[in-house]
């Protein structure tokens, strides 16, 4: 199809080739109506079983709307060509992302909750992708992922078609395909299961299987065992290795079902993983064994080019340093374009993971999973030996310190002043002593946002609907609303809401700082990345960005600010509206602050509160609960 290059295709001009599969190439054009580059994928007619599979994937795309699947301008015919049109993503896929190194715990579930939403999406209008994979998944920058190529989509009504191969051929990557597909059709479980096998290549960098022949690979699939994600990462902890594994699983009924339950789960991993409740791997995997050791094969190939993706937008370091430390989860790995920082952690021992700003110059190699001592294998054995005495450590570490050290995530910041000489962001503080004024402002935003109806709203007096996780003498309902507690100084006590992400949208909740230093909320929360508004008891209010492996360092994107508008000692009502990369903050209705900030644009909510020395508890008490879709 190289002739096509240079040649018109309905207002398109085709450039050159980006890639080819199967019987379609994929052509950069230019849209001569829109003056923009586009990418083309061209089939001939004389390709009749391409052709079906070609306008089946025109039909997913075309009833599907979702900001993470990779939509379609156009669908035409010119002479024997038939031809798609999309748009041209410059940053490659995440299969060359992988390749350069795996992901950190954090970037891998930023990604997979992404993928996920857009996942579930297509499942909730019965329709299955049938061929997820590295390849398929477009990646606009390193943070922000498309799901691409619906071209082996069916509707889960479809029951027609043979379920493994068609003419001979498989259907589907046999790295991805879930050991149902031997037996029965393509369902949301071989979905899953599909997506667990690209969650373990971004958080290893390597496939669970490998052989020589597609049909080799598909029976290991069917038969062995993989290793967790932890046998190649030690450093990645049991409650990860959980939830890929169970989305692993050889029984779907095993398996999530839904992606949404699964990317829950692993943000859950990555935030709080002591309530993240595990089943028995060996029941997931009965009859199964291991795979053995061996070289990590080459990935499955793809039709695409894999462009050189862009450079994030690199992160200058901030000029201030704190004293507040930020426990840090074991699971995380600091991603390849993170500035250097000086945030110190220490190693830990037990299933607790515990950091503190105190470093002992190397980290620890942290256990597998106790599941896994069961195999029989000496060395395993051995394993399980030293497993056993970590735990009885760590059980008499727990019972003689604070019962705040079985929580690990984050130790908030002094209120000292800080320097932030950072060009890219912008924010402005209002002291807010001229209430009226600054109310009458920005009446008008709020009230057109409160005037609307919001997509949830919990007076968080009980956690009937579940949207809370509630752990004992952390996050909990009392008679009064949801209470987060803290039980040691120099922490900062995160609890994450269950299935809700904000993207575009606005929070707004009461807080009341009963005790300890500062109450509020995080948003866009992925790991150890977030952005965090609250109140102190000084009567300040402050907007700060963490990032992936920045220690105990924030960005302070609005510092401690005094303002009239809170009431201290008393329930206040905090509204963060965050659209694209700007955010506005009110409390009690007054705006108070403004800000913008590219850096994250999807994550989860929590509530949080924090103590500083010598302040050892801290009670913030949470009460109506709003989440508004902008």
């Not at 503190?356 to 190699?365: L, M, Q, Y």
């Not at 609890?495 to 500062?518: E, I, K, M, S």
């Not at 609005?558 to 905090?574: D, F, H, V, Y």
Request: glycine share 6%; proline share 7%.
């Amino acid at each position: 199809m190289s002739e096509l290059e240079g040649t018109q295709l309905g207002p398109y001009t085709i450039i050159r080739l980006l890639g080819k599969g199967g019987m379609a190439r994929v052509y950069l054009a230019r849209d001569n109506e829109r003056d923009q580059e586009v990418a083309i994928k061209v089939v001939h007619e004389d390709n009749t079983d391409f052709i079906e599979r070609f306008r089946r994937e025109i039909g997913a795309i075309d009833s599907l709307s979702h900001e993470h699947i990779l939509p379609a301008y156009d669908y035409d015919t010119q002479d024997h060509w038939h031809y798609l049109v999309m748009p041209h993503i410059k940053g490659g896929t995440l299969r060359h992302l992988i390749k350069k190194s795996a992901l950190s715990p954090a970037h891998a579930g930023e990604i997979l909750y992404q993928l996920a939403d857009a996942l579930q999406t297509a499942h909730d209008q019965g329709i299955i992708h049938r061929d997820i994979k590295p390849s398929n998944i477009l990646m606009r920058d390193p943070h922000y992922a498309y799901l691409a190529d619906f071209g082996l989509a069916k509707s889960l009504e479809a029951t027609q078609e043979m379920t493994l191969t068609q003419s001979g051929t498989l259907l589907g990557t046999p790295e991805y395909m879930a050991p149902d597909l031997a037996e029965g059709p393509a369902t949301t479980s071989s979905d899953i299961y599909a997506l667990g096998v690209v969650l373990y290549q971004m958080l290893t960098g390597r496939l669970p299987f490998t052989a020589e022949t597609p049909i080799a690979v598909y029976w290991k699939q069917i038969r062995e065992r993989p290793r967790p994600p932890s046998h190649w990462k030690p450093n990645l902890s049991p409650a990860i290795d959980y939830v890929v594994m169970r989305a692993l699983a050889k029984h779907p009924t095993h398996r999530y079902q839904s992606v949404g339950e699964m990317a829950d789960d692993f943000q859950i991993a990555l935030i709080s993983p002591e309530i993240l409740t595990m089943d028995n791997e060996e029941e997931l995997y009965e009859g199964t064994s291991f795979e053995p050791e061996e070289e990590p094969g080459e990935e499955e190939t793809s039709y695409r080019e894999e462009p050189e993706a862009p450079s994030h937008p690199s992160r200058p370091t901030p000029k201030h340093t704190s004293r507040e430390r930020l426990v840090l989860p074991t699971n995380t790995l600091s991603p390849p374009t993170a500035s250097p920082r000086s945030g110190k952690i220490t190693p830990y021992h037990g299933s607790q993971p515990v950091y503190t700003e105190h470093s002992s110059g190397a980290r620890s190699i942290p256990p597998s999973r106790a599941a896994l001592a069961a195999r029989k294998r000496s060395q395993l054995r051995k394993r399980q030996i030293r497993i056993l005495s970590i735990i009885l450590i760590g059980l008499l570490l727990i019972v003689g310190l604070p019962m705040a050290f079985i929580y690990y995530i984050f130790v908030t910041h002094s209120n000292a002043q800080h320097t932030n000489d950072m060009p890219t962001i912008t924010a402005t503080a209002r002291n807010t002593s001229n209430s009226n004024i600054a109310a009458t402002a920005t009446a008008g935003p709020v009230a057109t946002l409160t005037s609307q109806e919001p997509m949830l709203t919990n007076p968080l007096t009980s956690n009937q609907d579940g949207i809370l996780n509630e752990v004992a003498n952390h996050c909990s309902f009392q008679n009064d609303g949801y209470h987060v507690l803290v039980k040691q100084s120099d922490y900062l006590q995160p609890c994450p809401l269950r299935n809700q992400v904000l993207n575009d949208g606005a929070l707004q909740v009461d807080v009341t700082l009963l005790n300890g230093n500062n109450a509020g909320m995080l948003l866009r929360l992925n790991g150890e990345q977030f952005y965090d508004f609250e109140i102190n008891d000084q009567g300040q209010f402050f907007f700060r960005r963490h990032d992936v492996g920045s220690g105990v360092n924030y960005v302070d994107l609005i510092r401690p600010t005094i303002s009239t508008a809170i009431k201290l000692g008393q329930r206040n009502t905090l509204l963060a509206i965050a659209r694209n990369a700007d955010f506005k903050l009110y409390i009690n209705g007054i705006f108070v602050g403004e800000t913008s900030d590219s850096f994250y644009s999807s994550g989860q909510i929590a509530l949080t509160a924090g103590t500083l020395a010598p302040q050892q508890n801290g009670d913030g008490l949470f009460n109506d609960l709003k989440l508004y879709k902008l």
